[in-house]
C-alpha cells in the first residue's frame, strides 16, 4: 500500500471534494480518498504505486489538476 497527497489548488467548495472522492474512489486499486476544502490537499491511499498516474490522471480530467510538487531543498 501506498499513500500520497496532492495539492489541488482548484477545488474550492464542498461538491468539488464530493466529486473528487466519488471518481477517485471508483478506481480499481485505490483504497481510500479524503479531500479536505480548507488545505486544498487530496490524500489518496493506493493498493500499489501503479494506480498514481490513474489517480493524477483522473484528478485532470475532472478538472482538478494537482499542483506540481515543489522541493523545498
Known amino acids: 500500500m501506498a499513500t500520497k497527497t496532492y495539492l489541488c489548488p482548484d477545488m474550492s467548495c464542498d ?3 464530493m466529486a473528487i472522492e466519488r471518481e477517485l474512489k471508483a478506481l480499481e486499486g485505490v483504497v481510500s480518498v479524503q479531500a479536505d476544502l480548507s488545505t486544498k490537499r487530496v490524500v489518496v ?4 504505486d501503479d494506480v498514481l498516474p490513474q489517480v493524477e490522471a483522473t484528478l485532470k480530467e475532472i478538472g482538478y489538476p494537482p499542483a ?6
Open 68 to 73: 506540481p510538487e515543489v522541493s523545498l531543498a
Open 45 to 48: 491511499e493506493v493498493s500499489d
Open 15 to 17: 461538491h468539488c471534494v
